[in-house]
């Protein structure tokens, strides 16, 4: 009974939460799932920040004035490449975990993964370009 004891011991992390985001000492699939979660969370984060943004429009002409102003400062644009980042890797990377979990590219899942990152990061740049210049 004690040996079962400290197998569940070692096998259950003591902060679980924490342990959802190490990738030490792991493969590239952990790193790519972790950082799928972290996108996650943020794009949830995002969509509430969103909404409290828009009720700025609730205001009337005053808070769409606010609104503009806001929407045009560096710091706005900068979280729109972050958010633009997000959507991209989580969608892309969301591709790949399906595909897989269909049983489709399980094999060539490095380079599913490296070649879904490629075509990414040339949407972020193209994305990112049009957010500055418009």
């Not at 902060?15 to 972790?34: C, E, I």
């Not at 950082?35 to 909404?51: A, I, K, M, P």
């Not at 205001?59 to 503009?68: H, K, L």
């Amino acid at each position: 009974m004690q040996d079962v004891q400290s197998t569940q011991d070692t096998v259950r992390p003591k902060r679980p939460l924490l342990a959802w985001f190490d990738v030490r000492s792991r493969k590239l699939g952990s790193w790519a799932f972790a950082l799928n979660r972290l996108t996650g969370l943020g794009l949830v984060l995002y969509l509430f920040l969103h909404l409290v943004i828009l009720s700025l429009l609730l205001r009337g002409e005053a808070g769409w004035d606010a609104f503009i102003k806001l929407a045009r400062s560096p710091l706005f644009l900068l979280m729109d490449a972050v958010l633009i980042f997000g959507i991209i890797y989580h969608g892309l990377n969301g591709i790949r975990v399906g595909m897989v979990g269909l049983g489709y590219g399980v094999r060539a899942q490095r380079g599913l993964f490296w070649t879904l990152m490629v075509i990414g990061a040339a949407l972020l740049v193209a994305s990112i370009w049009l957010v500055f210049t418009i």
